[in-house]
């Protein structure tokens, strides 16, 4: 029977955690500020930054709320930004993808400061993360790498296959397995043989951004396979990037959808902001 990776259980530990560091900074006279940007009202937005506030609420972190027209200029969110970066007691600044699409969402990536970049999306954060230095590091990939420790899955000198090669879950996520030394393939859109190249890997990451693509014929025997995708399915209900029932019996353990992935990213956006003021 292959493990159930308990990705809720997991997370609400790492907040528990959390919420005890949080509780003896304050102790030391030192308060954590996240300030959360929305830009218009997108109700899937709205539902994150409300989950996001909600966790902040628990953790003990102060969120200041800055709800802007959606036909804010770029301009006056460059500005807001920069007036955030300044203010010492705004540790995390948050600004919820996606933007319209008058707003370049690089520029404002960049123009958060790398010390209050707790998304972990600036060059700079994502430079450290390359060079092994100290930064944030982007909050699903963290998320998976925890998962992993915390379910006893050993990570140094496996063979490990990340599909997907976007800049926040992909990228970094090989990366990060790099850092624990796994071997690593980045596989994508124009990989040749990707149920072979997925065959080989003792640990198999899935963000491609395709519901239940990842059947058991991509996995090898006794792998671990951990799911990063998101859909609703023709019944309106939640699932992932892999075929769940198809691969189950493949693995020795694997991520549920939901309660796999999902509720990581926010545990690590806490621990980023805990971070910030340390
Ligand atoms: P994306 O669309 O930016 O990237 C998908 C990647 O998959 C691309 O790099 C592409 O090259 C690759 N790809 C597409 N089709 C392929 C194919 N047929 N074969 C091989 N590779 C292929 O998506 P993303 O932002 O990286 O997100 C991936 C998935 O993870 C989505 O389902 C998204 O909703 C989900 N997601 C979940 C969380 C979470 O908190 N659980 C966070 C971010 C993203």
Redesign the pocket.
């Known amino acids: 029977m292959a493990q159930v990776i308990d990705g809720k259980a997991i997370s609400a530990q790492i907040k528990e955690e959390l919420k005890e560091k949080v509780a003896k900074l304050k102790a030391e006279g030192k308060e954590i500020s996240l300030a959360v940007i929305q830009v218009g009202n997108d109700p899937a937005s709205s539902v994150y930054v409300n989950n996001k506030k909600k966790a902040c609420e628990f953790i003990g972190i102060r969120s200041l709320a800055y709800e802007l027209e959606e036909s804010i200029s770029e301009k006056e969110l460059v500005e807001l930004i920069e007036q955030l970066n300044e203010k010492e007691d705004v540790h995390g600044i948050l600004v919820q993808l996606p933007l319209p699409a008058h707003i370049d969402e690089d520029k404002i990536i960049k123009t958060i400061s790398p010390l209050k970049d707790v998304d972990g999306f600036h060059p700079q954060s994502v430079g450290a993360l390359c060079i092994g230095q100290k930064g944030f590091v982007s909050?699903?990939p963290a998320?998976i790498i925890q998962l992993l420790k915390r379910s006893g899955i050993e990570i140094a000198g496996k063979e490990c296959v990340v599909?997907?090669?976007?800049?926040?879950?992909?990228k970094p996520m090989g990366i990060l397995m790099l850092r624990e030394n796994a071997t690593v393939t980045i596989?994508?859109?124009?990989?040749k043989n990707?149920k072979e190249v997925c065959k080989r890997a003792d640990i198999l990451i899935?963000?491609?951004?395709?519901?239940k693509?990842i059947t058991g014929e991509y996995v090898k025997e006794g792998a671990v396979v951990i799911d990063?995708?998101?859909?609703r399915n023709e019944n309106n209900k939640l699932c992932?990037?892999v075929d769940y029932e198809d691969v189950y019996p493949h693995c020795s353990a694997i991520t549920p959808?939901p309660g796999?992935?999902?509720p990581?990213?926010i545990a690590m956006l806490m621990n980023n902001c805990v971070e910030s003021v340390q």
Not at 187 to 191: D, E, P, V
């Open positions: 909050c699903t998320g599909i997907g090669r976007s800049n926040i879950v992909g596989a994508h859109s124009k990989t990707l899935a963000a491609v951004g395709k519901p693509m990063v995708g998101i859909h992932g990037d959808v796999g992935v999902g990581m990213t």
